[in-house]
């Protein structure tokens, strides 16, 4: 049976996005918070963080970014910003550290 959880109380939520195993929400101010399932790091909270996110949590990474929309897919997640950059949520192996990489920038309208 399906359970009521207040999440993110005095937060106002602009979007919300569902994969297959997690969901982004995406903040009036512009931050996104991610929870659930974290298997393969598609909730962007680094390699530290649990296999299983059980609270919507604060993707640091992009605090700054100013995000516009958030997307998720079966198993990861894109953000895309004011300043028409997109956003794939993952987690650098190299050094272990939990990032947001810049995949692509977006050509604004009229500019191609």
């Not at 296999?51 to 605090?63: A, N, R």
């Not at 990861?76 to 810049?102: L, M």
Request: charged share 15%; aromatic share 8%; net charge negative.
């Amino acid at each position: 049976m399906p359970e009521f959880r207040p999440l993110l109380q005095g937060i106002q939520i602009a979007q919300i996005s569902c994969g297959a195993q997690h969901v982004a929400f995406l903040t009036a101010t512009g931050q996104i918070y991610t929870y659930g399932g974290n298997d393969v790091l598609q909730c962007g909270l680094g390699m530290d963080a649990a296999s299983y996110v059980e609270e919507p949590t604060l993707v640091k990474s992009l605090v700054q970014s100013d995000v516009t929309t958030v997307i998720c897919g079966p198993s990861q997640t894109a953000a895309y910003t004011k300043n028409n950059e997109v956003y794939n949520i993952v987690v650098r192996v190299v050094d272990g550290e939990g990032a947001c990489r810049n995949i692509w920038r977006v050509p604004c309208a009229g500019h191609y």
